[in-house]
């Protein structure tokens, strides 16, 4: 039987107001290490404005986002971009060069993102959804388009429901 070993977190590093979303995941090693090829990472998001992404292993923090003064209730990433939702915005990085976002969309959702989902499939690794407190779940296809901003069609469907959302996610055979 394999034993896990468990870091503790350093507390200087960590957040200082509720974590709204933490998202465990293997993202793969840019430099093709043989050795190592997965690098696991924790993603949390927070009250406190930033999102954190976190060794698993050490429990040493690799890096800290922020996005003007605005919280952060979700985050996720497909490996290549990583994505966090704020009040009514939704920001991504990319995952190697993440101290300026890549794009932001301020149009599609009127109140708090709730919960941004990469889709799990690599195949489909450039299709998002997201949920929000203003009733709606946004689909939104990357693939082929010129560039991530709204005014590119990238927003693919919008569906309504009558109460408030918290979270939401693909429903996939893998």
């Not at 966090?84 to 009127?110: C, Q, Y």
């Amino acid at each position: 039987m394999e034993t896990q070993q468990f870091f503790n977190f350093d507390a200087k590093d960590f957040h200082k107001s509720k974590i709204e979303c933490l998202r465990y995941r293997d993202l793969s090693n840019e430099h093709n290490d043989q050795a190592n090829p997965q690098v696991s990472t924790i993603l949390t998001a927070s009250e406190d404005k930033f999102v954190k992404i976190w060794d698993r292993r050490s429990g040493k923090k690799e890096a800290q986002l922020q996005y003007g003064n605005m919280p952060f209730y979700s985050v996720d990433t497909n490996g290549q971009v990583l994505a966090g939702g704020t009040d009514a915005d939704l920001v991504f990085w990319d995952i190697r060069k993440i101290k300026v976002p890549l794009e932001v969309l301020d149009m599609s959702h009127n109140d708090d993102v709730t919960s941004v989902r990469f889709h799990p499939n690599p195949s489909y690794h450039q299709r998002v959804l997201t949920c929000s407190t203003d009733q709606m779940v946004n689909y939104f296809d990357f693939a082929g388009k010129p560039s991530m901003k709204e005014d590119d069609g990238v927003l693919e469907a919008v569906y309504r429901s009558d109460q408030a959302l918290l979270d939401c996610g693909f429903v996939c055979n893998q």
